[in-house]
């Protein structure tokens, strides 16, 4: 099976743009979860979908949203960028969420300027 | 404050050695998850724990529930174990939390 896709692999942005992030999970998982990862912060939760509905939101503010399609295909989209937004972006599958094994993929790193 | 810690933060080893990376967590947790990141941003999961021990040829992992804590130990450590290892646990109310990573050098 293919592993978790997700594009674009880099991305340059000025503040106050919006950027839209994808991410396609393994062949008949369900579950796609996202994470933040930075220097000085870490990984951080942003959020996870299973069947197109957003089963849990970490503590981020509403500029990052998300949304699953029925192929389980995962975006991720941050408005009205800062600076704080440059981070390396995950994207994770999982069969059916909760606790089980998920599967990264190589994420996206975005850089605002 | 931080729902998951990692000791210690940075660890030399020569190779061979025998290697103890510790996590500790203060929530509630469902599952706790041992992760590997090799430079340049890719992350692999190596174990999934809700209790008890896992070992996956020479890496184990323990969890005590009742401490809230877990271990990943690498036996016969190798160069090509260099890497961040990241403790992050499924709490109850579903939301993950993740220690802040041990970066591991193993030299030759």
């Known amino acids: 099976k293919a592993g978790v896709t997700q594009t674009p692999r880099y991305l340059i942005k000025t503040r106050g743009q919006q950027v839209t992030l994808s991410c396609s999970p393994i062949?008949?998982?369900?579950?796609v979860s996202w994470y933040q990862q930075t220097p000085g912060q870490g990984l951080q939760f942003l959020f996870e979908?299973?069947?197109?509905?957003?089963?849990n939101k970490g503590n981020f503010p509403g500029r990052f949203s998300g949304r699953q399609f029925s192929n389980s295909r995962s975006e991720m989209n941050v408005s009205t960028l800062e600076l704080g937004d440059s981070a390396l972006y995950l994207c994770?599958?999982?069969?059916?969420?909760?606790?089980?094994?998920?599967?990264f993929g190589p994420g996206t790193r975005l850089l605002v300027l | 404050k931080n729902e998951v810690e990692q000791s210690p933060q940075n660890l030399t080893a020569q190779e061979g050695e025998f290697i103890t990376i510790n996590c500790s967590y203060s929530?509630?947790?469902?599952?706790l998850h041992w992760l590997q990141q090799h430079p340049g941003g890719g992350i692999v999961s190596l174990f999934m724990?809700?209790?008890g021990k896992k070992k996956h040829g020479r890496l184990i992992a323990t969890i005590n529930i009742q401490e809230k804590h877990s271990s990943l130990h690498i036996t016969a450590s190798h160069p090509r174990d260099s890497a961040v290892y990241i403790c992050a646990v499924r709490g109850t109310g579903n939301q993950f939390y993740f220690g802040t990573g041990t970066s591991l050098t193993v030299i030759p």
């Open positions: 994770a599958s999982s069969s059916q969420g909760g606790g089980e094994t998920q599967y």
């Open positions: 979908y299973f069947s197109e509905t957003q089963r």
């Open positions: 929530v509630g947790i469902s599952a």
């Open positions: 724990l809700s209790s």
């Open positions: 062949s008949g998982h369900r579950s």
